[in-house]
């Protein structure tokens, strides 16, 4: 169910997250980059509250307790991204963006399990056979015990 739900989440945010859930804040950035990066606004802050996702449980805990959550505002959090690799804020924004994209699929591909293959499902059916077949022997051995008891 869980894979199922993940597919159709990648599959409505094939452009990634919407940008209206987002808020983008513009700063100074530090590094290289020359005069520019002292001047302009290039670094970029990505802040999401989580309140405006709608995922499962088992993602929201684990986007909360990601490097990027931090605890306000209240009741979940937000997350909060920077980029400043670029010389941009375009290209500084979808870096942002694109950081964003990764951390959701990790918190959802965190809950899920592994897709089991046929090898693993065969030796589990050979394991259970045997279970069963060891139960069902200690059933007539127990069974041939108490009817010797009741000859008496």
């Given at each position: 169910?869980?894979?199922?739900e993940?597919?159709?989440?990648?599959?409505?945010?094939?452009?990634?997250?919407?940008?209206?859930?987002?808020?983008?804040?513009?700063?100074?950035?530090?590094?290289?980059?020359?005069?520019?990066?002292?001047k302009?606004?290039?670094?970029?802050?990505?802040?999401?509250?989580?309140?405006?996702?709608?995922?499962?449980?088992?993602v929201m805990?684990?986007?909360?307790?990601?490097?990027?959550?931090?605890?306000?505002?209240?009741?979940?959090?937000?997350?909060?991204?920077?980029?400043?690799?670029?010389?941009?804020?375009?290209?500084?924004?979808?870096?942002?963006?694109?950081?964003?994209?990764?951390?959701?699929?990790?918190?959802?591909?965190g809950?899920?399990?592994?897709?089991?293959?046929?090898?693993?499902?065969?030796?589990v059916?050979?394991?259970?056979?045997?279970?069963?077949r060891r139960?069902?022997?200690?059933?007539?051995?127990?069974?041939?015990?108490?009817?010797?008891?009741?000859?008496?």
């Open positions: 169910m869980a894979w199922k993940y597919e159709a989440f990648k599959v409505a945010h094939k452009q990634g997250i919407p940008e209206d859930l987002c808020s983008f804040s513009y700063t100074t950035s530090s590094g290289p980059g020359g005069q520019n990066v002292n302009v606004n290039t670094r970029v802050v990505l802040l999401l509250p989580l309140s405006r996702l709608s995922v499962p449980p088992y805990y684990n986007l909360q307790h990601t490097a990027h959550h931090i605890s306000s505002p209240p009741p979940y959090g937000s997350l909060q991204i920077s980029a400043q690799e670029h010389r941009t804020q375009p290209g500084n924004r979808e870096e942002a963006k694109k950081r964003l994209w990764r951390i959701m699929c990790e918190a959802w591909e809950g899920l399990g592994g897709v089991t293959s046929e090898q693993k499902m065969e030796r059916r050979r394991m259970e056979g045997q279970w069963k139960k069902r022997a200690e059933k007539e051995f127990l069974k041939g015990k108490k009817a010797d008891r009741r000859a008496y």
